[in-house]
């Protein structure tokens, strides 16, 4: 099984002194990064949509191997809500292009209050092109249902497991051939970091769940004072992901 394990997003100033060394410039905390973990989620394409030539620029500084994971706009999943799919998915796509060989699976993060629409979502999921690995994570607990599930599995996509505090807030359901793990906060201190017995326990569930030839993606986005540093460091030790 291979378990890619990075953070959300590179770019927070606090990691300066925890991941990258005080003298590094900020202009090359990616070629850093990539040193150090074999992908990370770009939470900051859910902000403002990159440029294609940003995309490119971001392929060209990193090594061959490396994954990035795209956080889809806000747009599509908290202002359009699913609906009208058709024209946001194809721009995310258009401007992830460039990616090529980086490109890793898209999240579809969806507001706490938005209520369970399998219709919507089965219509968002069909305009994403073949073999774009898509995770889908619901915060409104009425999506945890069996028809959602069959959605998810019908069109290919996993359902993304999701932690706060330590503890699962998402049904531990596997709906695809590949996996996609957030980590949010933990229960230790200094605070938001996770104890090992959380990791632990999230490594079994994940060895427990998917076949050895398949991928499994985590990202932890408790970001502050380089928490997220040191627990995906610590995570990819306890699953043996790939080496960067």
């Known amino acids: 099984m291979a378990v890619f394990v990075g953070t959300s997003g590179w770019q927070y100033r606090d990691w300066s002194g925890v991941l990258y060394p005080p003298d590094r410039p900020q202009r090359l905390w990616l070629e850093e990064y990539t040193r150090h973990f074999p992908t990370v989620e770009l939470n900051n394409a859910f902000y403002r949509l990159p440029s294609p030539e940003t995309f490119t620029r971001w392929r060209a500084r990193t090594p061959p191997g490396f994954v990035m994971a795209v956080k889809a706009s806000r747009f599509l999943t908290h202002v359009k809500r699913l609906r009208d799919p058709a024209e946001p998915v194809q721009r995310l796509m258009e ?3 460039p990616l090529g060989d980086r490109l890793g699976p898209v999240l579809l993060q969806l507001p706490p209050t938005l209520r369970a ?64 793990v957030r980590f949010h906060e ?4 200094p605070a938001p970091r996770y ?9 079994d569930r994940i060895a427990d769940t998917w076949p ?17 540093v040191a627990d995906a460091r610590s995570f990819g030790r306890l699953t043996a992901g790939p080496p960067p």
């Open 117 to 180: 629409d399998p219709a919507a979502l089965d219509a968002c999921l069909a305009c994403f092109p073949v073999g774009v690995r898509v995770a889908v994570e619901p915060r409104h607990e009425s999506w945890w249902t069996a028809e959602v599930r069959s959605v998810l599995v019908g069109r290919g996509a996993a359902l993304c497991w999701a932690d706060r505090r330590s503890r699962p807030v998402t049904p531990l359901w596997r709906t695809a051939d590949w996996g996609y």
């Open 186 to 189: 933990g229960r230790s201190r």
């Open 95 to 97: 401007h992830a292009a």
């Open 212 to 228: 050895p030839d398949a991928d499994v993606f985590a990202y932890f986005n408790n970001d502050a004072g380089g928490a997220a």
């Open 195 to 203: 104890g090992r017995a959380a990791l632990r326990s999230w490594a």
